[in-house]
Nanobody, 114 residues
Framework: QVQLLESGGGLVQPGGPLSLSCPAS????????LGWYRQGPGKQRALVAY???????NHADSVKGRFTIPRDNAKNTVYLQMNSLKPEDTAVYYC????????WGQGTQVTVSS
């Protein structure tokens, strides 16, 4: 059974950092790429960044230079390290395959507010 368990969300002030993690079961972790997606209030879910199994990352323009997406193959875990957070980064964040995501997990809420 594939499980996606996002964690690490919370309330953070603008300009602050936050790190999310997603330990994934082996069957999904071995897929070509894993991504982080987010769904803000009143918005559709969108890709934030993804990383190939070989470690090549790609980021949406809105987060380039602020977010990174490392993965730890030994721990079957993908992370999203976020810096210089903005109020518009407020969203529920999900990890999943990229492309062709499987059924979504619960996600983790990130709120950027002063």
């Amino acid at each position: 059974q594939v499980q996606l368990l996002e964690s690490g969300g919370g309330l953070v002030q603008p300009g602050g950092p936050l790190s999310l993690s997603c330990p994934a079961s082996g069957s999904i972790f071995s897929r070509p790429a894993l991504g982080w997606y987010r769904q803000g209030p009143g918005k559709q879910r969108a890709l934030v960044a993804y990383i190939s199994i070989g470690g090549s990352p790609n980021h949406a323009d809105s987060v380039k230079g602020r977010f990174t997406i490392p993965r730890d193959n030994a721990k079957n875990t993908v992370y999203l390290q976020m810096n210089s957070l903005k109020p518009e980064d407020t969203a529920v964040y999900y990890c999943n395959k990229y492309p062709n995501p499987i059924p979504w997990g619960q996600g983790t809420q990130v709120t950027v507010s002063s």
